[in-house]
Each structure stands twice: as structure tokens, then as C-alpha cells.
T-cell receptor, first 112, second 111 residues
Framework: NAGVTQTPKFRILKIGQSMTLQCAQDMNHNYMYWYRQDPGMGLKLIYYSVGAGITDKGEVPNGYNVSRSTTEDFPLRLELAAPSQTSVYFC???????????FGQGTRLTVV | KNEVEQSPQNLTAQEGEFITINCSYSVGISALHWLQQHPGGGIVSLFMLSSGKKKHGRLIATINIQEKHSSLHITASHPRDSAVYICAVGESGGGADGLTFGKGTHLIIQP
């Protein structure tokens, strides 16, 4: 059972480039989340989804987009990367809210 | 929005010591999570609790809903317990908009 799988683990982007961070879960979870973790700060919610076809903004959505075409996948798109998007990104899932959260291994992104 | 405070921010202890990490939050919650993050690694869920106490091996988590406070205890600490421990809460009333996280407690257990 793979749980939550994120790819890539590391990436360096140039300012203005775009990329997609992939997230997949095999637990048939309805809820999926994208967080970013910055040094000395708690994780912040970027976007979340409560099921296929349904997404909503979190606390820090600017500069990002998401889609949820299937229950398993929840990719995060960065358009026009900026140095402020340098961070570690975590995808997470849970069956519903108020249940155990499962996290991916993280993607360390540097924008230069 | 809930504010989650953890203490201490950093803790260095000797192997075998009893460890306590504290978490307080500002408004009612549906559940509190304790998470573990090893350096350069992913995040693993240790406990989710909404009342009372839970135990798993050498780890114990307690919560006092009235005082809006939770503690994570590690008995007979070991160098492999060295990690960042994160407290996170889900908002009371449900809703899918994720968890609110503390900044984490960086724990080092020296042999």
C-alpha cells in the first residue's frame, strides 16, 4: 500500500517557468490537500478538494492552480514561478474531515 | 482562525529522559493531531484525539478540551526519536478546509 505519493522530490525552477507537482493516493480518500512549509512557520493550506471535480482555495492560493479529475490524483500547478514559491510542498489526504491525515514525502522546490 | 502554539520550540535531552511537548490552541476544535517529521523526510501521523488520552508504544498524547491544551510525552527517549513534532488542529464545526498547524518542536535526543 503506497499511501500518498508525491513527485518529484526535488526541483529547481527558473523564475517564470511553470511546473506541475504530482500527488496520488491509493486509499480511496475523498479529501486531498496541498500545503506549503516554510522555515520557522507552520504548514499553510494552498488548495483542497473534497472529491473529484471539487476544489477550493485555502489560505495561500495565489500563484497556484489545482484540478481533481479523479479520486486518486490531485496535481498542483505553478504558473510563472517566483522566488516566493521556494518552499517544501506536502500533499495530504484523509477519508473525510476529522479522520487521520496521511502525508506524502514532500517536494522541495527552489525558484532561482 | 485558530492559533496553535507549541512549546518548547527546541529541546535537547539525553537518551532515556522523559520528554514533554506542549500544544495550546485558541478556539474550539474537532480534533487534534500530533505529527512527526524526520529531517528531510515526510510527515507521519502519530495520534489524532478529541478527548482523553492515547498511547502507542513509548508515546502518550493527552488533551484537555476545557483548557485547550494537549501534551505529547515520550518515555525512555531514544536518539531515533529525534525529529520535529508538529501539533495540528481541525476546526470545530467540521468543514474540509484542512488543519491549522503549530510551528513544530525540534527534538534532539543525544546518546
Amino acid at each position: 500500500n503506497a499511501g500518498v505519493t508525491q513527485t518529484p522530490k526535488f526541483r529547481i525552477l527558473k523564475i517564470g517557468q511553470s511546473m506541475t507537482l504530482q500527488c496520488a493516493q491509493d486509499m480511496n480518500h475523498n479529501y486531498m490537500y496541498w500545503y506549503r512549509q516554510d522555515p520557522g512557520m507552520g504548514l499553510k493550506l494552498i488548495y483542497y478538494s473534497v472529491g473529484a471535480g471539487i476544489t477550493d482555495k485555502g489560505e495561500v492560493p495565489n500563484g497556484y492552480n489545482v484540478s481533481r479529475s479523479t479520486t486518486e490524483d490531485f496535481p498542483l500547478r505553478l504558473e510563472l514561478a517566483a522566488p516566493s514559491q521556494t518552499s517544501v510542498y506536502f500533499c495530504a489526504s484523509s477519508y473525510i474531515d476529522d479522520t487521520e491525515a496521511f502525508f506524502g514525502q514532500g517536494t522541495r522546490l527552489t525558484v532561482v | 482562525k485558530n492559533e496553535v502554539e507549541q512549546s518548547p520550540q527546541n529541546l535537547t535531552a539525553q537518551e532515556g529522559e522523559f520528554i514533554t511537548i506542549n500544544c495550546s490552541y485558541s478556539v474550539g476544535i474537532s480534533a487534534l493531531h500530533w505529527l512527526q517529521q524526520h529531517p528531510g523526510g515526510g510527515i507521519v501521523s502519530l495520534f489524532m484525539l478529541s478527548s482523553g488520552k492515547k498511547k502507542h508504544g513509548r508515546l502518550i498524547a493527552t488533551i484537555n478540551i476545557q483548557e485547550k491544551h494537549s501534551s505529547l510525552h515520550i518515555t525512555a527517549s531514544h536518539p531515533r526519536d529525534s525529529a520535529v513534532y508538529i501539533c495540528a488542529v481541525g476546526e470545530s464545526g467540521g468543514g474540509a478546509d484542512g488543519l491549522t498547524f503549530g510551528k513544530g518542536t525540534h527534538l534532539i535526543i543525544q546518546p
